[in-house]
């Protein structure tokens, strides 16, 4: 009994003791709440896993990312890991609720590059081909996907001078390729060739590719001389069986920077300007401060074998003058289908685009800086009122009161476009697959000018004047590839791809213009204008069509991923181009090799030469140009009767001769490169050096009337003038780009990237076709008053293209006047040139906890710019009193010069400049809710400051001179900044962006 009665109580001091520490234990394990996050995105990360350090207590994260795990004493660190991302160890100590963010290993991701019809893996590429994707886009108010890449990819200028919504950009691709065909890059949108940019919003990007060197845009054949941007939407969204909704909304203030400083009233008058006794501001009533509005909302998700995204984007762009605003509604469509356990895949792609603009005319910036500063807004007399409106006017040449030029003038446009898009693709075989693709781009601009009875600059005279345009452009296009791929050997694969293709596009278009008003109707009734013949009068239509047709193929090998190898071919018939030469044929060839597989080059996990050539086309700005077309001559009255009507006619005249030859121009590009990674692609980068041949550059030359036509054997030039292919240009370039995936200070990341070109400026290697040639090509007068006769544009066979010449400017008297080196044109001096040296970007990203910044610098430097307000109104003579007098840093002042205003080396000025592009600061909200994925505020700020040694309004390179007088020829006349340019605006933004799941 006494046994039975020990061995009782030794079990229940047992019971006891394991229950005492069950409580302690129990009272020390705690649970720990958390969510996993992609740090890019902000996303939640399903199937992380979270382990306790050293043992194998773990969970996985939920569809949100989110997880609870029961920690125990002793359990110091968690270690959070995912396919694709860099493993992460995060401390416990007293956190009850842990969030982490995962960033992508950059080492196992085998990053995606979109090619012509495909894409490829980043180590395979043996061309000079960028990838950028949305986390490196340009911050702020981008209303243009152009702008997105502004100073991100080495070799891409894109520009855009002064501020205006609806200001054009231009956009190059390795300097100058042509003048007289298309010089902006191709855009293929979702595999649509030559879509229209307004197509697509930048908010529905999801990557944008450019293929930069000759092999890489050889496959577009007769479109690939000026380059390829490819541009890819957002597909689906990250989670299959979810539904997730986004939205971004943001307001922005723009303000009028960099004015240049007049004279003001006082110091307009002594110097001998008429006083009219006030004292107006006249860039200040014309201008204020500019509030525009945007909000951009999608909703993706996918289930089963169906993905699809839908988004609204709306935009309302006001500019700093009343009158001037681009207001933009684009929607987009895209669904995908899989079939038959996904060997049939469907896609559609459908957008719709509303612009609607509204301008003024810019010579009211022009007249703002100029106009007598004494001179009043308005005059309360008789005479004004019944004249001019009220506003103050003078009978004086050149001389029109900005305000009412603002207001009595108006200029809008409604352009609406549409792409609809439709895919299909089979796997025969699960290495062989068929595609097609039809889709059709449609764009329609409907167009209204209105000038009123009291406009003294164009409708006082003509009693009032108003017109109306309209143009459509219709493109179809079909094509079919199949791809197959195979191994063919243990180490090496092959991928080869063929296709077809069929592209039709129609153009038409109607303008009509009408004068003299009894009232101020405007451009919706024309009829109303009683006078439609002569000055301020025109109507007229149009329409062409042209067909081009492809046949194309590539060839990729990869050899133990170490050895790559490409080859391309695209033949074309174009029927635009004369009957002797419509079909061409664009071959490429590119390859490399990564040395780090083959040797052991300590730091470098990547180093891999290439070489490439290709070759390419550029197709004429007009399928007609070999046709010698016919136009409307004079009207012609048979019998001289003006009472009689039916005998009156209009003319026919030939507008240019014929020419059979007539083909594409060809660039013959050859690029090395070396793509390189140090540190396990900590810091990556990628260097290139192209040269390129230009041949055969289409070119509208004048001829001798009568004279035997050599590319129309038997006949005689019955026009003043043929197209030919006439000049050969020659350019080369260096260029260099390196970014580190983050730098660890402290508690903060830091993410730079930066990219530099170095230009080998274009030159001209002749200017000639057959017994046709020049010497030199001379463009762009400075302008009226006074400048209108010598031009200071020289193109000269063997220089720069873009040569600015004119007199030196070798002092000035006592008496103020110009001591000038010459003034025979034909002796003039070679005095700067508008093309750059160089460009760079610098791109930083700071992270902090939940918060981000990131700003951007960007430069150029080596061009010169004509500084026209300069040319024109810093002069103190008699006649320029007229006008109120620019004062800049650049302005002689002792003595002032007294000389009429004649361009001279003076006004040629470098317009080097580093600017402070853009900047952002944003914060990412910690959130809890089920239905709220991420919440997240942002400030940003564009055009913050500009460095320069420039006096005008913007020293950005100009590229073009749209007062050239010929569209076609206006990449001849570089470096001319205009009186007419809208002024710089600085903008501010403050936005939301919220994502629902």
Do not use: C
């Not at 003039?828 to 939940?850: H, R, S, T």
């Amino acid at each position: 009994m006494r046994n039975h009665l020990q061995k009782l109580k030794t079990l229940l001091l047992a019971l006891t003791l394991i229950f005492s520490v069950s409580i302690v234990s129990n009272a020390q394990n705690r649970t720990v709440t958390g969510t996993v996050l992609d740090a890019t995105l902000g996303d939640g990360v399903p199937g992380a896993t979270v382990l306790i350090k050293g043992t194998t207590r773990g969970v996985a994260t939920d569809l949100d990312g989110k997880f609870t795990i029961e920690v125990q004493p002793g359990d110091q660190i968690l270690v959070i890991s995912f396919i694709g991302y860099t493993t992460q160890e995060v401390e416990i100590g007293n956190q009850s609720n842990i969030t982490v963010n995962l960033e992508e290993d950059i080492q196992s991701l085998q990053e995606a590059v979109v090619i012509g019809y495909g894409s490829q893996d980043k180590k395979e590429i043996t061309s000079a081909v960028v990838g950028v994707k949305p986390e490196d886009f340009n911050r702020g108010n981008v209303s243009n996907p152009a702008q997105l890449l502004q100073g991100k990819v080495a070799g891409l200028s894109i520009t855009r001078p002064g501020g205006s919504p609806n200001g054009a950009t231009n956009i190059r691709l390795r300097g100058l390729s042509t003048f007289g065909a298309n010089s902006s890059p191709l855009i293929v949108l979702d595999g649509v060739i030559g879509a229209s940019i307004e197509n697509v919003d930048p908010n529905d990007i999801q990557s944008i590719d450019v293929l930069k060197d000759g092999s890489a845009a050889a496959i577009y054949g007769a479109r690939g001389s000026s380059g390829v941007i490819l541009i890819t939407t957002t597909k689906k969204a990250n989670k299959d069986g979810r539904t997730a909704v986004s939205i971004n909304t943001f307001g922005t203030m723009d303000q009028a920077t960099n004015l240049i400083p007049t004279l003001s009233a006082e110091e307009f008058v002594a110097r001998g300007g008429t006083d009219f006794g006030s004292n107006t501001d006249w860039r200040e009533e014309l201008i204020s401060d500019a509030f525009s509005y945007t909000t951009n909302a999608s909703v993706s998700g996918g289930f089963n074998n169906t993905n699809y995204m839908a988004s609204v984007n709306w935009r309302d762009n006001q500019g700093i003058v009343n009158g001037v605003k681009n207001e933009r509604l684009n929607t987009r469509l895209n669904i995908s289908q899989g079939a038959l356990d996904n060997k049939l895949r469907f896609n559609i792609n459908l957008s719709f685009s509303n612009v609607d603009s509204e301008d003024i005319n810019d010579g009211a910036f022009r007249y703002a800086t100029l106009y007598n500063p004494t001179a009043p807004i308005f005059e309360n007399t008789e005479d004004a009122n019944n004249r001019f409106g009220g506003y103050f006017q003078r009978d004086l040449f050149d001389f029109y009161n900005p305000v009412a030029l603002a207001n009595q003038q108006k200029f809008i446009g409604e352009t609406k476009t549409s792409l609809a898009s439709y895919r299909v693709e089979y796997d025969i075989r699960p290495n062989l697959t068929v595609s097609a693709q039809y889709s059709q781009d449609r764009r329609n601009t409907l167009s209204g000018a209105f000038w009123s009875r009291q406009d003294f600059q164009v409708g006082f005279g003509a009693g009032g004047s108003a017109q109306r345009n309209t143009f459509d452009r219709q493109q179809k296009i079909f094509e079919s590839t199949i791809r197959y791929e195979q191994d063919i050997t243990d180490g090496l694969n092959m991928t080869l791809l063929g296709g077809v293709a069929m592209q039709s596009t129609k153009n038409q278009g109607f303008n009509a213009r009408v004068r003299q008003y009894l009232f101020d109707l405007g451009w919706d009734n024309l009829g109303a204008g009683s006078i439609r013949l002569g000055n301020n009068t025109d109507v007229s239509s149009f329409a062409n069509e042209d067909q081009l047709n492809s046949l194309f193929g590539r060839a990729n090998f990869n050899y133990n991923n170490t050895y790559f190898f490409s080859a391309s071919v695209r033949a074309e018939t174009y029927s635009g181009f004369g009957a002797n030469n419509q079909t061409g044929v664009f071959p490429a060839l590119s390859a490399g090799a990564d040395f780090t597989q083959i040797f052991d080059m300590g730091i470098f996990n990547q180093f891999k030469p290439r070489v490439s050539y290709g070759v390419t086309g550029n197709l004429p700005p007009s399928p007609t140009l070999s046709l010698g077309v016919f136009g409307n001559g004079n009207r012609i009255d048979i019998d001289g009767d003006p009472l009689t009507q039916n005998d009156v006619f209009v003319g026919i005249v030939q507008n240019s001769n014929p020419n059979q030859d007539l083909k594409w121009e060809t660039k013959k590009e050859f690029n090395i490169g070396i793509d390189f990674g140090l540190w396990n692609d900590k810091v990556t980068g990628s260097m290139d050096y192209y040269t390129r041949n230009i041949s055969d550059l289409l070119f509208n030359v004048p001829v001798a009337t009568g004279a035997p036509n050599p590319f129309d054997p038997g006949r005689f030039n019955t026009a003043s003038s043929t197209w030919v292919n006439l000049a050969d240009l020659r350019a080369a370039g260096f260029e260099f780009a390196l970014g580190v995936n983050g730098i660890d200070l402290g508690a903060v990341k830091w993410t730079p990237n930066i990219n530099f070109t170095i230009y080998d400026k274009t030159q001209i290697q002749s200017l000639s076709a057959g017994e046709l040639g020049f010497d030199e090509l001379r463009f762009a007068t400075p302008g009226s008053p006074g400048q209108n006769n010598n031009p200071i544009i020289y193109n000269r066979v063997g220089q720069t293209l873009g040569d600015i010449y004119g007199p030196r400017l070798l002092g000035l008297t006592d008496g103020g006047e110009y001591i000038l080196s010459t003034t025979d044109p034909d002796e003039f001096e070679k005095l700067g040139n508008g093309l750059p040296k160089g460009e760079f970007g610098f791109a930083n990203n700071f992270v902090y906890g939940q918060w981000n910044l990131s700003f951007f610098f960007r430069g150029a430097w080596g061009h010169d710019l004509y500084n026209s307000y300069r040319g024109f109104y810093e002069n103190g003579d008699p006649a320029s009193n007229t006008w109120n007098s620019v004062i800049t840093d650049k302005t002689p002042t002792n003595p002032l010069v007294t000389s009429t205003p004649t361009f001279n080396s003076s006004y040629v000025e470098d317009a080097s400049f580093v600017r402070l592009d853009n900047m952002e600061l944003g914060y990412n909200f910690k959130t809890n809710s089920p239905n709220l994925n991420s919440f997240r505020v942002y400030f940003a700020a564009q055009n913050l400051f500009t460095i320069t040694g420039y006096t005008g309004i913007d020293p950005e390179i100009r590229v073009t001179d749209l007062e050239n007088g010929n569209g076609f020829t206006s990449s001849l006349s570089p470096g001319i900044e205009r009186r007419n340019t809208y002024f710089q605006t600085r903008s501010f933004t403050l936005g939301v962006t919220v994502n629902f799941k």
